[in-house]
């Protein structure tokens, strides 16, 4: 079992829907990043987290470290929102990732 | 300010021969990370550079090894190429003030090993 499972693995959704992205690990953790990686392989970091909630925009990631689960959500998505959005933790001195969940908003 | 720099962003190599890709962070960044990321296993951790001392490693061979420089440049080091080396390399630089930071991402090199 991997140590960072990531829900769905994909996801279509049509224009102006909420999305919901899961991320849950097994491990302990210090901190947890959402990444977003357009195709052609850049990524940008999205959130950074150790405990609660960040909004940026239509973005909004909550971790709740206890339950050792974190979730990404989109509001009002849009097509510039398609992606592989992907989870990484930090457990002492290491670095681990999910396997992403590729998003595809259609207009 | 210039973002994250590698080069070169392609690379082709045969079996048995090394290969050095470089990563130039953002000015006034003093921590580089390197991250090898394969169709198959996805984005793994390579290692983490901080004032010329390696902070962090990821569970990967010796023959990945890596280094920074004083001016926060860093280079990552291949030896002995196999095929499963062939990936998508990306460094990333942050400030390095401490604790958990953001993290910016190079475009990254493409290494085919044939």
């Known amino acids: 079992k991997n140590e960072v499972e990531q829900s769905p693995q994909n996801l279509t959704a049509q224009e102006g829907e909420f999305i919901t992205i899961n991320c849950s690990y097994s491990v302990g953790i210090s901190a947890l990043h959402w990444l977003q990686q357009h195709p052609g392989g850049g990524i940008v970091s999205l959130f950074m987290?150790?405990?609660g909630k960040k909004k940026h925009g239509r973005l909004i990631a909550t971790i709740n470290i206890q339950e050792k689960h974190s979730s990404l959500h989109i509001t009002a998505s849009h097509p510039r929102d398609s992606a592989v959005y992907i989870c990484a933790v930090y457990p002492v001195n290491d670095m681990r990732f999910g396997a992403g969940t590729r998003l595809t908003v259609k207009p | 300010k210039a973002g994250v720099t590698q080069t070169p962003r392609y690379l082709i190599k045969t079996r048995g021969q090394q290969v050095t890709l470089s990563c130039s962070p953002i000015s006034g960044h003093r921590s580089v990370s390197w991250y090898q990321q394969t169709p198959g296993q996805g984005l793994q951790f390579l290692f983490e550079y901080f004032s010329e001392t390696q902070r962090n490693k990821g569970n990967f061979p010796g023959r990945f090894s890596g280094r920074q420089f004083s001016n926060s440049r860093s280079e990552m080091n291949v030896s002995t190429l196999e095929l499963g080396d062939s990936a998508l390399y990306l460094c990333?630089?942050?400030?390095?003030?401490?604790?958990?930071?953001?993290?910016?991402f190079g475009s990254g090199t493409q290494l085919s090993v044939l």
């Open positions: 990333a630089s942050s400030p390095g003030t401490g604790g958990f930071e953001k993290l910016f």
């Open positions: 987290l150790s405990s």
